[in-house]
Nanobody
Framework: QVQLVESGGGLVQAGGSLRLSCVAS????????MAWYRQAPGKQREWVTF???????NYADSVKGRFTISRDNAKSTIYLQINNLKPEDTAVYYC???????????????WGKGTLVTVSS
């Protein structure tokens, strides 16, 4: 089992920045992919970005250039740096992990409880 705990959300003005953290614990050696998702009110959960064990990353088109995923293996933590926040970024942000190389929502093995990001205009 793997436990994921997100933190770092909050209320920010448009144009501001936040750094979200996700600490993993448990059987983390089984994990091959860690990813961030978000779910806005009334919308489906959407993939935002992922990072693999070898450091490969990818981003949804809607966040490219503003979001950066990184990891600190020593702290078993991944981060999501969000710059130039927009009101449409308002959502609950979830950290997820998979033992397979996938980012399909239904195929992620572990999920955190999420952290709320609210962007005011």
């Amino acid at each position: 089992q793997v436990q994921l705990v997100e933190s770092g959300g909050g209320l920010v003005q448009a144009g501001g920045s936040l750094r979200l953290s996700c600490v993993a614990s448990g059987s983390i050696r089984s994990i091959n992919v860690m990813a961030w998702y978000r779910q806005a009110p009334g919308k489906q959960r959407e993939w935002v970005t992922f990072i693999t064990n070898d450091g490969s990353t990818n981003y949804a088109d809607s966040v490219k250039g503003r979001f950066t995923i990184s990891r600190d293996n020593a702290k078993s933590t991944i981060y999501l740096q969000i710059n130039n926040l927009k009101p449409e970024d308002t959502a609950v942000y979830y950290c997820a992990a998979a033992t397979r190389y996938t980012v399909v929502v239904a195929q992620m093995d572990y999920w955190g409880k999420g952290t709320l990001v609210t962007v005011s205009s």
